[in-house]
Structures are given as structure tokens and as C-alpha cells.
């Protein structure tokens, strides 16, 4: 593959780096430690994928299946950078040439905000709103949004619930939502892939999109009291007998005419690093917003790792997690008590 995916350590977390291309070793800034051009490896073929990943998530999966807590995304600090500023304000960037999402967009003509799944465009001049979109037909109140704009094009991120940690309500699904911003606003085209947004950076009109998702693996719902240890065993009988399917990422392309195409992650198009658990797996989608969605789809690549904080440079992307999080296994809440009210329980 062309797309290089190496493993860093700072002095505080082991971070998981995805580059978008080959690049020569960086220089660590003062305090941090380099280890130069460490590579991760990428799978010979299915049966080296499945059997690495069956591996490692027998080791890792718990009583109750694999339900890390895992952290909602966290941003680096964004500062502005003056020199040279156009004549309408843009959203702070890290890194020049480096657009990141928000909820406000501008190029300086017209002010595009999304919130509540709703993507309004607002004339500069006027400071009136001239045309509105719905994007989730309005049956998805307060659902968390992002946005990328490019000429005409606008990328919505609807971030889906799943197992991050501060997240409430029902569950809803990760869709990323490509808008024709001409006359009036319309959905060019619907990607809805496995697992839940992290978050993107765009480079031109180049947006490259990172999503987190967990093996698809039903574990069996034991309601008799029996020990943790067993429970494990039994899961671990499960993990060994999923297919390549279960881990591989999926995702679903509808476009303008409402025609819908799926497709999964190709096993050669998966890597992973020397040491990883198998019970997560981050795919980057890459969607230029000046061509829509082509037949190629988003040309997907994963990596068998976690990952909560994604930062980018103009060749690099690269995406971290805290090894904190690892080890912090989901218990349900325990049954009801069976004992009548004022009852000694010792």
C-alpha cells in the first residue's frame, strides 16, 4: 500500500499514527521522544488478518464482551495565525492549510452553520438566512453535527452515539452528508459507515474522514449467576470461531437518485502495530469534495487500533490514543435485589 502507518511514543501516552503518505522521519519536539520510522505492518491476506485479530481479541475480551470506555474526541488547541489573514475571518487551524471541522463556515460571501442536523446558509451583507436543509427529516433532535465547506460543497459530519463515554440518549448512526451548496441546497450523496466519527481534517477540497468501530460479534447473554472467569471463557469461544467479516469495516453509499451501494474494507487494505488488542479498528475515508463520491466510494484503509484524537499536517495524518482507556472494561448493572425490604443480606 501506499499509505504508511507507523506507532509513536510520547512521554506521556503510545500514540497510534496513521500518515496519509510516505514522509521521511520527523524530528520530536523538545520533550518528546522520537523513535524514527517505526512501521506497522499490514496483513499478508484474509487468513493472516483473521488469525492475528482472533489472537489478540481472545486475550483482551472480557465477561461481558468488549466494552472498553472509550473517551469522546478531543481537539488540540487551536491557534490563529495572522500572517497573511484573508479579508473574512476563518475557522483557527493548527496547521496552515489544514481545515478543520466546526459548526460555522464562511467564505466570506455567505456563513454556513449546521445544528440540530440543520444546515442553514446565511447571506454576509443581509446577515439573513437565505436557504435551510434538513438532514436527518427531522426525526433526530440535538443530534451532534460538524462541517467542512469547499466552493460549492459542504461536508456535514453527523456523529453517531455508540460507546463513547458522556454520551446519553439513544444511539444514532455516523453519517457523513455531501451537500451541493449552489442555488438551492441539496444532498448529493449519504455515507454511512461502521462505527462512530472520531474526526477529520481537509486538505484542499480533500477530506480524509476517521471513524472508530468494535468487531461485529454477538457474545451470549448468560442470565444465570456464574463467575467472571467462565464468562470469559465462553466469549473467548465465540471470538474464535468469528469470520474476517466481523472485524472488517462496512460502509453504505446512497446517492442523489437514492441508489445504494455497500462495501467493506479489503483485508489487504487493513494494517496493524507490533502490539494492538483486536477489539478495535479505526478506518480513514477520503472523499474530495470537488469530485462528490465516485465509483472508487472512500477508498478506504483501517488500522487494527484504537484511536479518540486525530491530528494532521499537509502529508500526515495521524490519529492517538491514551492507553488509559485500554484497560476499563463495561460492567452492566447488577439485577435487582431479590431480598424483601429491612431483610439482612450479611
Not at 14 to 19: E, I, N, S, Y
Request: aromatic residues 4%; hydrophobic residues 35%; charged residues 20%.
Amino acid at each position: 500500500m501506499k499509505t504508511l502507518i507507523r506507532t509513536a511514543v510520547t512521554a506521556t501516552a503510545l500514540a497510534t499514527v496513521a500518515t496519509a503518505c510516505a514522509s521521511a522521519p520527523e524530528v520530536a519536539p523538545p520533550g518528546r521522544t522520537s523513535l524514527g520510522a517505526v512501521r506497522l505492518v499490514a496483513y499478508s491476506g484474509c487468513d493472516d488478518l483473521l488469525a492475528g485479530l482472533r489472537e489478540k481479541a481472545v486475550q483482551n475480551v472480557g465477561p461481558y464482551g468488549f466494552g472498553n470506555v472509550m473517551p469522546m474526541t478531543a481537539r488540540a488547541e487551536a491557534k490563529a495565525d495572522t500572517a497573511g489573514a484573508p479579508e473574512h475571518s476563518t475557522t483557527n487551524v493548527h496547521e496552515a492549510g489544514v481545515d478543520e471541522p466546526d459548526l460555522v463556515k464562511t467564505d466570506g460571501d455567505r456563513v454556513v452553520t449546521v445544528t440540530d442536523g440543520t444546515l442553514r446558509i446565511i447571506d454576509a451583507a443581509t446577515r439573513k438566512v437565505t436557504e435551510s436543509l434538513d438532514l436527518t427529516d427531522g426525526d433526530e433532535p440535538g443530534v451532534p453535527s460538524d462541517l467542512l465547506i469547499s466552493g460549492d460543497r459542504a461536508l456535514v459530519m453527523l456523529r453517531g452515539g455508540g460507546a463513547t463515554y458522556r454520551s446519553f440518549g439513544p444511539p444514532r448512526d455516523t453519517r457523513y452528508v455531501l451537500v451541493d451548496l449552489a442555488g438551492e441546497p441539496r444532498v448529493l450523496s449519504t455515507i454511512e459507515p461502521q462505527g462512530t466519527y472520531v474526526d477529520a481534517r481537509m486538505v484542499g477540497s480533500t477530506v480524509r474522514l476517521v471513524t472508530r468501530s468494535q468487531p461485529d460479534i454477538t457474545f451470549p447473554q448468560v442470565r444465570s449467576v456464574i463467575p467472571d472467569a467462565e464468562r470469559v471463557k465462553r466469549n473467548q469461544e465465540v471470538v474464535r470461531k468469528a469470520p474476517a467479516e466481523a472485524w472488517l469495516p462496512q460502509v453504505k453509499i446512497t446517492d442523489a437518485s437514492g441508489s445504494v451501494g455497500k462495501s467493506s474494507v479489503a483485508c489487504d487494505r487493513v494494517s496493524h502495530p507490533a502490539d494492538y488488542t483486536g477489539t478495535s479498528m479505526l478506518t480513514v475515508h477520503t472523499i474530495d469534495l470537488a469530485q462528490g463520491v465516485t465509483a472508487a466510494g472512500t477508498d478506504p484503509i483501517a488500522l487494527a487500533a484504537d484511536g479518540d484524537i486525530v491530528y494532521g499536517t499537509g502529508g500526515s495524518l495521524y490519529v492517538a490514543s491514551n492507553p488509559r482507556w485500554w484497560g476499563m472494561p463495561f460492567r452492566p448493572l447488577p439485577d435487582a435485589p431479590t431480598t424483601r425490604p429491612g431483610t439482612p443480606t450479611g
